[in-house]
């Protein structure tokens, strides 16, 4: 199967609205972790998928 690195973000950033109306319901500081957790795999699953292939930085 092949998903545009974009379609793959965008399922993981649907799930946040999903877990800020169950943290606001539940009241629980635990669940605002959650949501940064998804955040930062959201985050890698960009990078690692992005294409960028070592640093831009010319070699001494």
């Known amino acids: ?3 545009p690195v974009h379609r793959v973000a965008l399922v993981g950033l649907l799930a946040i609205p999903a877990a800020i109306v169950f943290a606001l319901s539940r009241g629980e500081p635990v669940i605002a972790i959650a949501v940064v957790n998804v955040l ?6 960009l990078r690692a ?7 831009h930085a010319a070699a001494a």
């Open 1 to 3: 199967m092949d998903l």
């Open 40 to 45: 930062i795999i959201v985050g890698s699953l």
């Open 49 to 55: 998928m992005s294409g960028e292939t070592g640093s």
